[in-house]
């Protein structure tokens, strides 16, 4: 399993690059953090486009306690 991290763009859905698109599709678990910017889309959108379940994770979650969710890599 791999690790991407990958830019949506500063305005809507469609704002991700091609190659980021494919790996969005071709992954098993995808999570949003939304807390740094803030996205013209909301996830339900994003889930629609992409064709995925997004589990959307919060400020504490990235910074505090990351590791758990390295740990399912």
């Excluded at 809507?12 to 910017?37: C, M, P, Q």
Aim: net charge negative; charged share 35%.
């Amino acid at each position: 399993m791999s690790l991407y991290l990958i830019g949506l763009g500063l305005g809507d859905h469609k704002d991700i690059t091609v190659k980021g698109l494919e790996i969005v599709r071709a992954s098993e678990e995808i999570y949003l953090e939304s807390y740094t910017s803030v996205l013209g889309v909301n996830k339900e959108e994003l889930e629609k486009f992409y064709g995925k379940k997004i589990t959307e994770v919060w400020r504490e979650e990235v910074e505090i306690t990351f590791d758990k969710l390295l740990n399912k890599i």
